[in-house]
């Protein structure tokens, strides 16, 4: 009568595996995206979420202007920005052997 039903401790024992493999590292990714947009400067090489490459000519609070060619600006929300697409288009290519 007295004991902990084994039930409730499967659930929260799923709650728990949920938390540490789901939102957990969404929660990261949010925060390293939101960090990264924050320190985003002029001259830095950006790729949208639809994969618009360019170099960022002026930052404004909620937008920035990106030049994709010769004169050639758009204007983008800062929550286009691809982390990871503009990571690895500044991270350098390993040399070859």
Do not use: W
Not at 69 to 79: H, L, M
Request: glycine share 6%; aromatic share 8%.
């Amino acid at each position: 009568m007295g004991g902990i039903n084994p039930q409730f401790i499967m659930l929260i024992l799923i709650v728990v595996v949920f938390y540490f493999f789901m939102i957990r590292p969404q929660m990261k990714k949010q925060k390293d995206q939101k960090k990264y947009v924050d320190e985003l400067k002029k001259g830095d090489k950006v790729v949208t979420t639809a994969g618009i490459h360019g170099k960022i000519a002026d930052v404004a609070d909620t937008t920035i202007l990106v030049e994709v060619d010769n004169g050639v600006k758009i204007r983008f929300d800062k929550a286009a920005i691809s982390l990871e697409a503009s990571k690895a288009l500044n991270t350098p290519a390993p040399a070859k052997s």
